[in-house]
């Protein structure tokens, strides 16, 4: 027992020194909060993705095998970060400071964070995973990779391989460990999420409201119910949430380094769900560098390149991996390719209410939710409207509404192409993909209430 959560302990360290060791290679300043989150969602994406790379040359996925890529690649960035005198700090002990520094009303809400935190971790532990989804096919995989030590294993129907590998492979790097249960990574991908709020809001803001942003989200009952459900919502929200953190910090400061990891964050995205919203991401950048930008200098052109490149790159592995097995799709699938047809035949039909209807549904499993904090937002905006006019609340406020209009278009498509049945069935997938808009207004409000209050002006502590 005590041996086999030592080892599950090491992975878990290794995973995490990783994406860190990653981003002391890219000279990234990052404070505490930021090597934790980033660090370890950077970490699962490179060691999951790495390991799926070698399972197609045989490699055998057993502990000695994981234990040595992982302790490999750290020693090689390790090594790396030495010659090129890059100095490494976890800034541990400054925990112990930020504690002490803290006022009443920040130690109540710090210890809500332990609370939801600490819920959700007796939650994961105690209780085995029973969600359909994850029994069937993403912790069923897992078990299946273990027995058969291979990323090949013994599918049955193309259900098995219908979504990427990632959480899967982090569910068989936790077995191979010894884990009976590896539902918990998750409150970790949780804990990510919540540090990588408090990181971003604290680059444009006051502590106080950095931390309250941060209690906000974790008490946030659709991203809290994520954190105990062994899915891939809540870790695909959190690759998009802290890819777009990147992403608005890249565009407004204009860093390389920035937005290498906002790439890499979005394909590891891909990697968890092989959903099209890096497109979206994609034609934002596009539609940011033409208006502000020329788009055939500054390099501008080289960025989405590389974006789309290394992006492309996943998706043509899972493609590869997917042809494989040679298991037919299912009859949706096979319609996949009449969707454009289907369309076309179908726009004749739109009237009125089948325009309200997919709005009626963003409202309620999207807007709903936040719509205080929207209005008030709003109200804000009116009031001081210099506030818009900073970069990081103009392009996160910019990409929120860029990202509402993908829904609204997307669901209007797939209105026109289904059922009346599928189409309510939509629901389930737009509170999916209503997380990561729903985070980011919880950040962008706070952003907004503290340049009102004044609290700190942006890039100048007061």
């Not at 009443?104 to 989804?133: A, C, H, Q």
Request: glycine residues 4%.
């Amino acid at each position: 027992m005590i041996a086999s959560i030592l080892k599950q302990i090491t992975f878990i360290l290794l995973i995490l020194f990783l994406g860190i060791n990653f981003l002391k290679l890219l000279r990234l300043k990052a404070g505490l909060a930021e090597k934790l989150s980033s660090g370890f969602m950077l970490g699962i994406g490179f060691s999951t993705f790495g390991l799926f790379l070698l399972g197609f040359v045989g490699y055998k996925f057993n502990f000695q095998n994981i234990l040595f890529f992982l302790i490999g690649v750290n020693v090689l960035l390790t090594l790396l970060n030495l010659m090129l005198k890059n100095k490494y700090s976890l800034d541990i002990f400054s925990v112990v400071g930020f504690f002490k520094k803290l006022d009443l009303l920040e130690k109540v809400l710090v210890g809500g964070i332990v609370f939801f935190l600490l819920t959700s971790l007796i939650r994961n532990l105690y209780w085995p995973i029973w969600m359909w989804d994850a029994v069937q096919m993403y912790d069923y995989r897992a078990k299946l990779i273990v027995e058969s030590q291979s990323i090949f294993f013994p599918a049955q129907s193309y259900y098995d391989i219908l979504y990427p590998l990632l959480t899967s492979l982090l569910h068989s790097i936790l077995y191979v460990a010894g884990s009976t249960n590896p539902q918990y990574v998750y409150t970790l991908v949780f804990f990510a999420l919540i540090m990588g709020v408090y990181a971003f809001v604290r680059k444009y803001s006051s502590r106080k409201f950095a931390i309250v942003a941060s209690f906000a989200v974790s008490s946030f009952p659709l991203v809290y119910q994520h954190s105990i459900q062994p899915l891939t919502n809540l870790t695909h929200s959190t690759f998009l949430v802290l890819g777009v953190f990147y992403l608005i910090i890249w565009l407004s400061k204009d860093k390389s380094k920035d937005f290498f990891v906002a790439t890499l964050l979005f394909s590891f995205a891909r990697f968890t769900r092989n959903e099209p919203v890096w497109m979206a991401v994609f034609a934002f950048m596009i539609i940011y560098l033409l208006i502000k930008r020329k788009l055939l200098k500054d390099k501008s052109i080289l960025y989405l390149l590389v974006f789309f490149a290394i992006n492309y790159i996943v998706g043509f592995v899972i493609i590869k991996y997917n042809q494989w097995y040679r298991l037919t799709p299912n009859k949706f699938f096979t319609d996949q390719f009449g969707f454009v047809e289907q369309f076309v035949l179908s726009s004749g039909n739109i009237n009125l209410s089948w325009l309200l209807d997919p709005l009626v549904m963003i409202f309620r499993y999207v807007i709903w939710e936040v719509f205080i904090l929207i209005l008030f937002t709003i109200m804000i905006f009116l009031k001081h409207r210099r506030i818009v006019l900073k970069s990081e609340v103009f392009l996160l406020s910019t990409f929120l509404l860029w990202y509402l209009f993908i829904l609204f278009f997307g669901s209007i498509f797939y209105r026109l192409i289904s059922t009346d049945i599928e189409f309510k069935a939509l629901s389930g997938s737009l509170e999916r993909f209503s997380i990561v808009w729903q985070v980011l207004v919880f950040v962008l409000f706070f952003l907004v209430l503290c340049g009102f209050l004044g609290e700190k002006k942006y890039g100048k502590k007061v």
